[in-house]
């Protein structure tokens, strides 16, 4: 009998081995500045991964990304290594910061997956037309994670969003704040300004320095 317990536990073992035996991972860190100083908004549109945003009493924003390429082989993790990166795009006083080589762009008369954004949120100023993102069909042989730890001035505006494997958090903000998920959770912490918060799968939970200055809408399914 013990003999039999023996071979029944290596071969739950067994079963239990990752599909995906290539592992890369990378450290990403840059420093952005506002050329237009002024009422600032950092947009960040994420896929896979997890978004942690923090205001402090600085004028840059500090970005650091954690890099996960997992894949069956070491071609396939060659190609995420290459293809999946970090975009940064300078508009003077709006930075958008992006994961690129994914089948995803940005550009005018554009939608996102889940609808017009410029119709939400036309009354803050924002054209989401301008903005947008496409999402088209792309057979990738690997997977991968960008979770990104990002420092921001604390007045500005944080438009932040991904999709899958992670949560959005947002503290310490005091200007309007954007926070959309699909597959995680919403926390939004010590913020003032008007706030969106709307996830599909996850909890959103709040928690306000002050009354918000503006309208607002929290939204979960």
């Known amino acids: 009998m013990k003999n039999m317990k023996s071979i029944l536990l290596t071969t739950l ?14 450290k990403i860190t840059k420093e952005l500045t506002f050329e237009k100083k002024g009422s600032n908004t950092l947009m960040l549109f994420n896929i896979n ?30 190609e995420g290594k290459q293809e999946v ?20 762009e940005f550009g005018k008369r554009q939608r996102t997956k889940r609808g017009n954004w410029q119709s939400k949120y036309n009354g803050y100023g924002y054209d989401w037309n301008d903005w947008g993102r496409r999402n088209s069909d792309c057979d990738k042989r690997y997977d991968y994670r960008m979770n990104f730890t990002i420092k921001v001035p604390q007045g500005i505006n944080v438009l932040a969003s991904t999709v899958n494997g992670g949560d959005v958090e947002i503290k310490s903000v005091t200007g309007y704040v954007l926070a959309d998920n699909v597959n995680g959770s919403i926390k939004l912490t010590n913020i003032s300004g008007a706030t969106y918060a709307s996830t599909i799968n996850g909890s959103v939970d709040l928690d306000y320095s002050g009354n918000p200055n503006g309208d607002s809408r929290y939204y979960s399914l």
């Open 85 to 104: 990166q970090l975009g940064v795009m300078d508009r003077a006083d709006t930075l958008l910061v992006y994961v690129k080589g994914i089948c995803s």
């Open 49 to 78: 991964g997890s978004i942690s945003v923090e205001g402090y009493a600085g004028d840059k924003v500090i970005i650091e990304v954690e890099k996960r390429i997992t894949a069956k082989t070491d071609q396939r993790l060659e």
């Open 13 to 26: 073992c067994a079963i239990t081995v990752p599909i995906y035996a290539q592992l890369f991972t990378e």
